[in-house]
């Protein structure tokens, strides 16, 4: 009651201030008016009484639609397996492997190689894929993977993975093209078109080594969950059924072609990479022009090879490419683009460093200028804290659900879940960041309330949401796959424009 009574007085007061002493306040009497908590209705509001992680998880289910054009027909290809995944430190310790010092390789020959590749990975919480290039020891390997207790089958190949998040939609039909074994065709989709030419007699197995964040083995423990990947997979090694692929299209007329399994050449040594890269360049240049093609990377070593991908051959005749934050890394140390000074990112990806490669790309290797031959108009990075889809102006639309509905997949997903819950996730990306590592540059901020923050370099438009990261994830493989899937669901292809 006192507490209404000195707030009347002292209106009472600052009235009369006004009327007999001037227009203006004093500082001091605004300021104590301010103090009792009389709630505004903006105070009242569901918001303020919300975490920034349910804010965020909210405007995406508002602000998540469809295109007005949606795709009906979407071919993919052509890397598919079975995945064996396990504990990566209990199946080592299983193979009597002990702990030791991490150290990379571009291929696989041993347990001793496959140990150091596994703790140089495992040290920095970051994703990998390998060759190994011994055939019984691997086929060893595996039959001690599949025998773990608690080792489970997954649909595995990144073709195969786009594929199943595809067909998700009831109303879209998928074209899956790749070595299909008899147990990945039992767990494929019914709703997933297989050519009788992809099938084959045997399945090929991928061993894919996870860990949890904060996993220790030896003196190396995990800065976040993640997962290493290898397998003696010749199939798809080849791209053998690149051929097949493009041969299907012509009587499955796709709107949308998603292409992936490049990177499972580089272990098959420079001269077989360096012929097949030619005759797959001529097999995708046979697709037709007003088709947009996908290309989904993944983890590459090989300078050189990258390049051939880059500069010569594939990336310039690809609409959009997917890729995450060592892949980024890697293809800008390759081609010597911007930051390709650094070793390694520290810690979750500078946003002004990422924006500045994604720019490079798009100059370099894409259709920034108008004038150029390229059709890459579109990329969709991804890492764990926050995702940004850069595209040309004028080819592509929807961006802001695009980049939102790939956020959303990967938080839901990776706690195992169908939707997103807000009390498992956690926002791990910066609330302020800049548009660009060098000035001139923006300084921007992410609004929860509306979790899309976009800014322009150019004719190139950047578009920015964060990530709630899952506290406990269940399962990290296919999560990249399943991210640029959803976002190529929501875009939309802009037809006043030729790809």
């Known amino acids: 009651m006192w507490r209404k009574a000195s707030v009347a007085a002292l209106l009472a007061l600052a009235v009369g201030y006004l009327y007999y002493g001037g227009p203006e306040l004093s500082e001091q009497i605004l300021q104590y008016i301010s103090l009792p908590n009389i709630q505004s209705p903006s105070q009242n509001s569901p918001n303020s009484q919300k975490s920034v992680e349910q804010l965020i998880s909210a405007a995406?289910?508002?602000?998540?639609?469809?295109?007005?054009?949606?795709?009906?027909k979407v071919a993919v290809g052509v890397n598919a397996c079975v995945d064996v995944v396990v504990s990566g430190v209990g199946?080592?310790?299983?193979?009597?492997?002990?702990?030791?010092?991490?150290?990379?390789?571009?291929?696989?020959?041993s347990k001793e190689d496959l140990r150091e590749a596994f703790i140089h990975y495992m040290e920095r919480g970051a994703a990998a894929e390998r060759f190994f290039s011994n055939k019984e020891v691997f086929q060893r390997i595996a039959r001690a993977a599949a025998e773990y207790p608690g080792a489970k089958l997954y649909v595995g190949g990144n073709a195969a993975l786009i594929g199943q998040k595809?067909?998700?939609?009831?109303?879209?039909m998928v074209l899956l093209c790749g070595p299909v074994g008899p147990k990945l065709h039992e767990m494929l989709d019914e709703q997933i078109v297989v050519p009788p030419e992809s099938l084959q007699e045997t399945d090929e197995y991928h061993l894919?080594?996870?860990?949890?964040?904060?996993?220790?083995?030896?003196?190396?423990?995990?800065?976040?969950?993640?997962?290493?990947?290898?397998?003696?997979?010749?199939?798809?090694?080849?791209?053998?059924?690149?051929?097949?692929?493009?041969?299907?299209?012509?009587?499955?007329?796709?709107?949308?072609?998603?292409?992936?399994?490049?990177?499972?050449?580089?272990?098959?040594?420079?001269q077989l990479w360096?012929?097949?890269?030619?005759?797959?360049?001529?097999?995708?240049?046979?697709?037709?022009?007003?088709?947009?093609i996908h290309l989904e990377l993944a983890s590459m070593t090989d300078k050189d090879y990258m390049n051939s991908i880059m500069q010569e051959q594939v990336m310039p005749i690809v609409s959009s490419i997917g890729l995450n934050e060592q892949e980024l890394l890697f293809l800008?140390?390759?081609?010597?683009?911007?930051?390709?000074?650094?070793?390694?990112?520290?810690?979750?990806?500078?946003?002004?460093?990422?924006?500045?490669?994604?720019?490079?790309?798009?100059?370099?290797h894409g259709r920034s200028d108008p004038s150029s031959e390229a059709d890459l108009t579109r990329i969709h990075f991804h890492t764990l804290a926050y995702h940004i889809l850069a595209t040309v102006d004028g080819y592509w639309g929807n961006q802001a659900a695009a980049v939102m509905a790939g956020a959303r997949v990967?938080?839901?997903?990776?706690?195992?879940?169908?939707?997103?819950?807000?009390?498992?996730?956690?926002?791990?990306?910066?609330?302020?960041?800049?548009?660009?590592?060098?000035?001139?540059?923006?300084?921007?901020?992410?609004?929860?309330?509306?979790?899309?923050?976009?800014?322009?370099?150019?004719?190139?438009?950047?578009?920015?949401?964060?990530?709630?990261?899952?506290?406990?994830?269940?399962?990290?493989?296919?999560?990249?796959?399943?991210?640029?899937?959803?976002?190529?669901?929501?875009s939309e292809l802009k037809t006043q424009q030729p790809i």
Not at 242 to 265: I, K, N, R
Not at 274 to 292: G, N, Q
Request: contains cysteine; aromatic residues 6%.
């Open 60 to 72: 995406w289910e508002t602000l998540i639609t469809l295109p007005t054009r949606q795709w009906s």
């Open 332 to 364: 800008s140390q390759a081609g010597e683009g911007p930051h390709s000074d650094m070793a390694t990112w520290k810690g979750i990806p500078d946003m002004g460093r990422v924006s500045d490669i994604l720019l490079w790309i798009l100059e370099q």
């Open 208 to 270: 894919i080594l996870e860990y949890k964040a904060g996993e220790q083995w030896g003196s190396v423990q995990a800065p976040q969950a993640n997962r290493f990947i290898f397998s003696h997979d010749v199939s798809n090694g080849a791209m053998s059924s690149l051929e097949t692929f493009v041969a299907s299209l012509d009587d499955f007329q796709p709107e949308l072609v998603v292409l992936s399994g490049l990177h499972m050449m580089e272990g098959q040594g420079r």
């Open 166 to 172: 595809l067909a998700t939609y009831p109303d879209l």
């Open 410 to 490: 990967a938080s839901s997903q990776s706690c195992g879940l169908q939707s997103v819950d807000v009390s498992k996730v956690e926002l791990k990306a910066p609330l302020d960041f800049h548009s660009s590592h060098a000035e001139p540059r923006e300084k921007l901020s992410l609004n929860p309330a509306e979790p899309v923050t976009v800014w322009q370099r150019g004719n190139v438009t950047f578009h920015m949401t964060p990530v709630l990261v899952c506290k406990q994830p269940l399962r990290t493989v296919g999560l990249g796959d399943a991210i640029s899937a959803e976002g190529l669901i929501y």
């Open 274 to 292: 360096e012929e097949r890269l030619k005759e797959a360049v001529s097999a995708i240049s046979d697709i037709r022009r007003d088709v947009p």
């Open 91 to 109: 199946l080592l310790q299983a193979l009597a492997v002990d702990p030791g010092v991490g150290l990379d390789h571009e291929v696989l020959h």
